[in-house]
């Protein structure tokens, strides 16, 4: 189920490439609803760097 809340910080995000070249972070927001969102790859390897979320390609 999707959440509807805003602001709600992802947790445990996995950040895939897609087939077009763009970037996706999938999570859940604790309460177990998915998350999902479009990245720019500046944004995507920024949170990868940081530690914020892990790489899956």
């Known amino acids: 189920m999707k ?3 805003k602001n709600v910080p992802m947790q445990d ?3 895939t ?3 077009r070249g763009g ?3 999938q999570g859940h927001d604790g ?3 998915k998350m999902t969102t479009m990245l720019g790859e500046a944004t995507a390897l920024e949170a990868v760097k ?3 979320a892990k ?3």
């Open 50 to 52: 940081n530690g914020v």
């Open 13 to 15: 995000a996995v950040i």
């Open 17 to 19: 490439k897609t087939a």
């Open 3 to 5: 959440t509807k809340e």
């Open 31 to 33: 309460k177990g609803n």
């Open 23 to 25: 970037y996706m972070a």
């Open 55 to 57: 790489k899956a390609w």
